[in-house]
């Protein structure tokens, strides 16, 4: 397994950017597929998007279509999370993830990393 840190987070007005970072440690991170979920208070955890390691294909979660952009660099061990144009309904705890086998159920995912907290004000 990988060990994920998550980092970037913070209070940011609508309409503004920010970028969270995913660091990863361990073995074989390139051969992860690496996912971002979103937790609000009093909701489940949901899935944001996801990068494929073998083609780098990227999934999204319809709300952040168009807004958000995910990547990675294989060399650094790092994924991101670039979010724009920012929404007060974005507010969440953001949570890196990986796993072999892709998808967007976080029940498939076996590496989390610990959070890190997006505010959005209006």
């Known amino acids: 397994q990988v060990q994920l840190v998550e980092s970037g987070g913070g209070l940011v007005q609508a309409g503004g950017s920010l970028r969270l970072s995913c660091a990863a440690s361990g073995r074989a991170f390139s051969y992860y597929h690496l996912g971002w979920f979103r937790q609000a208070p009093g909701k489940e955890r949901e899935f944001v998007a996801l990068i494929k390691w073998s083609d780098g294909r990227t999934t999204y979660v319809d709300s952040v279509k168009g807004r958000f952009t995910i990547s990675r660099d294989n060399a650094k061990n790092t994924m991101y999370l670039q979010m724009n144009s920012l929404k007060p309904e974005d507010t969440a705890v953001y949570y890196c993830?990986?796993?072999?086998?892709?998808?967007?159920?976080?029940?498939?995912?076996?590496?989390w990393g610990q959070g890190t907290q997006v505010t959005v004000s209006s």
């Open positions: 993830a990986a796993n072999k086998w892709g998808g967007s159920d976080p029940k498939n995912f076996g590496s």
